[in-house]
C-alpha cells in the first residue's frame, strides 16, 4: 500500500514539474567575458526584446534629428529621403566570377 501511495506522489510531484511554464522564466547564463574571467549572468528573454525596441527606435528619432538638421525636412518628417534622390547601380563580377550587384542611394 506504502508503495501505491509513493508511486502517486511521485507521478503527481512530476506533472507539476513537467506542466510548469519556463518560457518566459529569466535564464542563467555561464560564459566567458571579454577579460578571459568566467563570468555568471542572469538573462531576460522579455527585457532583451524590450532594449533592442528601444535602439531601434532612438537610432530611428536621431536618424530623423539628423535630416531635419541637414535640411530635408521632408525627409525628417517622413521617415525617408526627400524627392532628389537618385538611385546608382553598380555591377560588379567577384573572384568568383559571379555578377555582384550594388545599389547606392544618393540625395542632394
Given at each position: 500500500m506504502k508503495k501505491v501511495f509513493l508511486l502517486a506522489a511521485v507521478?503527481?510531484?512530476s506533472s507539476l514539474f513537467v506542466t510548469a511554464p519556463t518560457v518566459a522564466q529569466p535564464q542563467i547564463q555561464l560564459g566567458i567575458g571579454a577579460?578571459?574571467?568566467p563570468q555568471?549572468?542572469?538573462?531576460?528573454?522579455?527585457r532583451e526584446r524590450f532594449e533592442r525596441r528601444e535602439r531601434r527606435r532612438e537610432r530611428e528619432e536621431a536618424e530623423r534629428?539628423?535630416?531635419y538638421e541637414e535640411g530635408r525636412r521632408d525627409a525628417a518628417r517622413a521617415g525617408r529621403y526627400g524627392d532628389n534622390c537618385r538611385n546608382i547601380t553598380i555591377e560588379e563580377e567577384d573572384r568568383r566570377g559571379r555578377l555582384v550587384t550594388r545599389r547606392i542611394r544618393r540625395c542632394d
Open positions: 507521478a503527481l510531484g577579460d578571459g574571467r555568471l549572468g542572469v538573462r531576460d528573454p522579455e534629428a539628423r535630416a
